[in-house]
């Protein structure tokens, strides 16, 4: 994504084509008058007629009823089952035309630059025709479905707009035949999108119409609207009834407007958000985490006013709402694990580590034991008081007077506890209290105790004292003595529902002004942001203000987003929709990638800290539909509140992507000069402003919290040094005899053999390479093979190459020994045994070899290669306790190779590793490693091994492997010879000897970078440290994720960056550091992810360069953008809901 200029279309002219055809389409309900090239007159005349077809039928019972031939109720229901009939007629049409080009289709040559939409017409009732005028339902059942509803809704609008029911309600006939006419063109908008073609809405919810609800919008706000009439017909009396309806009569005509506009939200999304607010602010609920949990809890919490209402004691209402109410402010689904926990504890404790990202901080015992205690005390608060209450009448009203001031206070103090556990006192002044200058975790840590003990009294004013407060109040209430009373049972006696909802508005006023405020003033003071429409935008802002603030109002009243269309200063009111924004379960998906791991070994330490400073207050007001920001070097942490109770919160977190873009590195700049200058600059005085208060985001507090720090580093100098890759070869050596004897000393069924053998001392005969034959005989280009298998086709033209190609091996000639074997060659001497051929010498040798050559090959697994090595004795009867396996004493590497390679062999660091072993627990633990050292055979088989898997690696040539040998190697792509075939066969020991191989390379960085190694105490450290706290490997491996996920302490890795052609390492060290916390404008959030929702789903504009995900150093609009919810969004990690219990 290139930087943004002030000429990036907002729309491609593509897009702007199709959104010009598009519209009109969504405006007349479905119609699709503007096609984009030359169709028949037929076409237009057609659905012109299929528009007005229920004005028509409507029309026809509207007339007998006006002529008194027929009541308004039957001219309703002859209107309706016309329509039934038409909407019958028109979907078999449907159906047929989709059979008929089943059977039968034209074969037409594609014109490839013809429009997408274009279409052959051939006659008016042509099935070509019908199936673009009526694409048909996809289910039968909706067939059936909707033509019913259209009837039932043309039914009820002829009622709804008969002439004489409108001239009773306005007294005019002029507003009758204005209401009458476009009343009609909004019930033909209504049954068009219903039975002939359904128009793409504008407030689009869902990605895909699964199961085709979209049709049902525009008919449900008719039954809305015609629900209320119905109401005042039947029910007289009531003025404030018969303005309403008078009221929604005239919305009634601007519905095609509002469904234009988006600003009427499809049935899937007003159900939700309907639950959401009765929830919430009619049964003092929260908006939960899930649509299950919400529906859940709805249902439970709107059965509590129900059973309260048929108590007969007023004790026990009052104790019932008292224990169920708090009951349902707690996490219902921790209490469910704690008892689960319980009954599965053992089979837990025997089980294995669960993985650390799919769990927030747990219900425990502590929590328990909190809401119980304050239960109890409620509970026996509430029955007391109330039983005083009504004793004495005016005690009582003194005392909830008293209480009242109490509570008003505990509100104030509360507010300013919590002000002073942020950086900043009401986003604009430093908090002078607030730690200054954080660098060091210890010293941040040190500071912020005094601050910590202010948000403890905090914390207990909010979780016990003001809980206990509020029962008290309520319990002196006088109502609560009368029963079966409707709005006891529901709450609203003392209004308290309705401050909250004003209170809820207002803050929703307030942020999004702001919002619009920042979207105005950065089009014209950012350069960037400038375009040439922003001063008349400015303009028309100005001079229409009390437009945009009604806007805004409207907006806020209905809790809906503020959409700034294309992100420009032009703001409509978004449908209303749920906290969420969005109709997937939260944490479902995600752009999962390699980066993806470091998120998910954040999350578990991340929502540890976010406790401690969430229950201090450092976050502010926790409720649902917050945003927070996080960011540590290069990662940015996207944190949102989904749900609130008592003493616990569910948060999503999600993390963004590492491989930054141009915008994405332009807007993560502004959020760490945001945080700089909040948290590491030294303020230059007590009382100093926040420089950014323009921003989105507001600065709230640091997190020590345990996690990777990344550090990448070029490794020119030292990868690259002839002496230090002189040094890697020797150490390679050190570390592959160091790794196997590991290995040997902790095989699993090595402490069961050295209990059985430990008092045996006879000597065992264990299988060893002859000293004079080879086990692998030579073939007749043995002399050079080695070479031109190895190094030849390594050569140092492509060593800068990312990945190495190799040359193809040759063909070499293979030969077998088969003992026994007396079949004789015509023209030559007889084959000689197994026997002979191990004591005869070498020119002996080499004849019977040649002798061989008319053999069969035989594959290179099948060979007998032991056929060849003699039984040697150890001289230590513990010996063959710390030998390599058996089946890996034989190579095909020839023996006389492994004998001019053997002077490599350390000797003395053999032994001392040995003397090192830590599998002997006897009393004569030093004289038994001893004899193991000092034995020969044991050494030798050592030697063979060791110097296999190095001729394997390198050869045997003295030469200084080059750095694209190494980064080879290190990848795991070996050279192609024998050695690689036999280790491929063993893929254990071929992991061992990789895992040497990185060890070295990691020894040979550290010892330049670090100073060379004294002796073999400090080798053998260093070593031990790698295996202890170490994962060396590649990124994209998978034990590098599960290191990451088990937390080891430290991880490298080598790579290459082909761009500049050098060789770099990436160390990861598992620490406590700093993440800083930023609280985002909810408001803004949910404003662009509104436009993101219109953009990408209607517009269709995916465009990877348009205006609305360029950066935006205020709004953060790029980084808004990666936090939505695939497939808008992509954000490459996203949790599961977090509990997070604030005790």
């Known amino acids: 994504m290139g930087s943004m200029s002030p000429d990036v279309p907002l729309l491609n002219d593509y897009k702007q084509d199709f959104l010009l055809k598009r519209f009109p389409q969504t405006v007349l309900g479905g119609p699709r008058l503007k096609l984009g090239y030359c169709a028949p007159p037929y076409i237009y005349v057609n659905q012109i007629v299929l528009f007005l077809m229920p004005w028509a039928l409507g029309g026809t019972g509207t007339l007998l009823y006006q002529l008194d031939i027929l009541r308004d109720y039957s001219a309703a229901a002859l209107s309706g089952g016309l329509m039934v009939i038409t909407a019958a007629v028109i979907q078999l049409t449907s159906a047929h035309a989709k059979s008929k080009s089943v059977v039968v289709k034209r074969m037409t040559a594609r014109n490839i630059l013809a429009e997408e939409d274009e279409h052959e017409f051939t006659s008016c009732a042509g099935a070509e025709t019908v199936r673009f005028l009526i694409p048909g339902k996809k289910y039968v059942a909706n067939t059936v479905f909707h033509s019913v509803l259209a009837g039932l ?13 409108i001239t009773l309600l306005y007294g005019s006939p002029g507003a009758t035949a204005a209401l009458f006419v476009f009343g009609w063109l909004t019930l033909c908008i209504a049954e068009y999108s219903l039975i002939v073609n359904t128009a793409t809405e504008t407030a689009t919810f869902q990605t895909q119409d699964t199961y085709e609800i979209t049709p049902l919008l525009r008919p449900l706000y008719i039954f809305f609207f015609v629900s209320v009439d119905l109401a005042h017909r039947f029910i007289v009396n009531i003025p404030a009834l018969e303005q309403v309806n008078q009221i929604l009569h005239i919305l009634f005509v601007l519905l095609p407007f509002l469904w234009a506009l988006g600003t009427l939200p499809p049935p899937d999304a007003l159900f939700f958000w309907a639950v959401e607010q009765i929830l919430e602010f009619g049964l003092g609920g929260s908006s939960m985490s899930s649509h299950l949990r919400l529906l859940a809890m709805f249902i439970t919490s709107a059965g509590t006013p ?42 837990v404790e025997r089980g294995p580590k669960a993985f650390p990202g799919n769990c927030g901080h747990r219900f425990g015992r502590k929590e328990c034991l909190l809401c119980t205690v304050v239960l109890g005390v409620a509970l026996l608060e509430a029955g007391l008081l109330h039983h005083h209450a009504g004793v004495s009448q005016v005690s009582r009203s003194n005392s909830q007077s008293i209480l009242g001031y109490v509570l008003m206070a505990l509100l104030s103090m509360l507010w300013i506890l919590g002000e002073t556990q942020s950086i900043y006192i009401f986003g604009i002044f430093r908090n002078p209290f607030y730690p200054k200058n954080i660098q060091a975790v210890s010293v941040f840590s040190e500071k912020q105790k005094k601050l910590l003990k202010i948000g403890v009294v905090r914390w207990l004013l909010l979780t016990i004292v003001s809980p206990l407060a509020m029962v008290a109040f309520l319990a002196l209430d006088s109502s609560l003595h009368g029963l079966h009373s409707v709005t006891v049972s529901i709450g609203f006696t003392r209004a308290f529902r309705t401050v909250g909802v004003m209170r809820d508005r207002v803050l929703q006023f307030i942020t999004k002004l702001q919002f619009a405020m920042t979207v105005l003033l950065a089009s014209w003071t950012e350069k960037k942001q400038h375009r040439k429409t922003t001063t008349a935008l400015c303009v028309l802002n100005t001079v229409f203000a009390p437009c945009v603030l009604i806007v805004i109002v409207f907006s806020a009243l209905l809790s809906s987003p503020l959409l700034p269309l294309f992100t420009l200063p032009i703001f409509l009111v978004g449908f209303p929709r749920p906290v969420q924004s969005w109709p997937g379960a939260v944490g479902t998906t995600a752009c999962v990638c390699t980066d993806t791991v470091f998120y998910q070994q954040m999350v578990p330490r991340l929502t540890a800290a976010l406790q401690t400073a ?54 993560a700049q502004r959020v760490d000069e945001v945080f700089e200058s909040a948290f590491q600059q030294e303020p230059p005085r007590t009382w100093s402003l926040n420089e950014h208060v323009g921003n989105v985001l507001m600065p709230c507090a640091v997190l020590p919290v345990k996690l990777y720090s990344d550090a990448k580093s070029v490794l020119t100098g030292i990868i690259d040094s002839h002496e230090n890759l002189q040094e890697f070869r020797d150490d390679l050596v050190k570390v592959l005899v160091w790794v196997l004897i590991q290995y040997c000393s902790k095989r699993p069924s090595l402490q069961e053999n050295i209990h059985r053998t430990e008092n045996n001392r006879e000597a065992l005969p264990v299988v060893l390479p002859a000293l004079n034959t080879s086990p692998c005989p030579k073939s007749l280009e043995d002399s050079d093979s080695l070479n031109s298998d190895t190094f030849h086709d390594w050569s140092d033209d492509c060593i800068f190459d990312d990945e190495p190609t190799i040359k193809n091996k040759k063909e070499k000639l293979q030969f077998e020994d088969r003992p026994g074997t007396n079949l004789p060659i015509p023209g030559s001497v007889d084959s000689q045994s197994a026997d002979d051929r191990s004591t005869s010498t070498g020119p002996q040798n080499d004849l019977y070899r040649t002798m061989l050559l008319g053999f069969p090959a035989v594959d290179k697994g099948q060979r007998e290669d032991m056929a060849s090595i003699p039984l040697v004795e150890f001289s230590c009867s513990q010996s063959h306790l710390l030998s390599v396996p058996e089946e890996w004493r034989s190579n095909c590497t020839p023996h006389s190779r492994i004998m001019e390679a053997s002077p490599l062999f350390p000797e003395d660091w053999y032994q001392f590793v040995l003397r090192q072993v830590e599998c002997f627990h006897s009393e004569e633990k030093s004289d038994v490693l001893e004899e193991i050292a000092k034995d020969k055979a044991l050494k030798a088989v050592y030697i063979h091994t060791v110097m296999a898997c190095y001729i394997g690696l390198f050869g045997i040539d003295n030469m200084v492997p080059s750095p694209g040998q190494i980064v080879r190697v290190y990848n795991g792509g070996l050279p192609c010879s024998g050695t690689l075939d036999w280790l491929s066969e063993k893929p254990e020991l071929f992991q061992l000897v990789q895992k040497a191989f990185r060890y070295t390379l990691k020894l040979m960085v550290d010892k330049a970078s670090l100073g060379p190694i004294e002796d073999f105490k400090e080798l053998i450290d260093c070593l031990r440290e ?25 991880l490298f890795s080598l790579g290459y960056e082909s761009s500049m052609g050098v060789y770099t390492a990436r160390v990861l060290v598992l620490q406590e550091l700093l993440v800083r916390i930023g609280k985002l404008n909810a408001e803004a959030v949910r404003g662009q992810w509104a436009n993101l929702s219109w953009e990408l789903l209607y517009a269709t504009n995916d465009d990877e360069e348009r205006y609305s995900i360029q950066a935006h150093p205020l709004l953060l609009r790029n980084l808004t953008v990666q936090a939505a919810d695939p497939p808008l969004g992509y954000p490459i990690f996203s949790s599961k809901p977090l509990p997070i219990h604030l005790c």
């Open 153 to 165: 809704v043309c039914s009820l609008g002829t009622w709804y707009l008969l002439p004489n029911r």
């Open 306 to 347: 129900v059973v309260s209402y048929f108590i007969p004691s007023t004790i026990g209402v009052v104790l019932f709402m008292t224990g169920l109410g708090f009951l349902l402010s707690l996490n219902l689904s921790d209490l469910s694990l704690v008892f689960r926990r319980g009954v599965a504890r053992p089979r």
């Open 614 to 667: 969430m229950a201090a207050g450092s976050f502010g007001p926790l409720l649902p539909g917050s945003h927070y920001l996080g960011r540590f070097e290069d990662r940015l942490i996207w944190i949102m509140v989904l749900e609130r109770g008592y003493s616990y919160c569910c948060v999503n977190v999600k993390g963004l992507e590492l491989q930054e873009t141009s915008c994405h590195t332009a807007e």
């Open 1026 to 1050: 790698y295996e202890r706290d170490w994962y060396i490997g590649l990124v994209t491996e998978e034990q590098w994720k599960e290191a990451i996920l088990e937390e080891k302490p430290c």
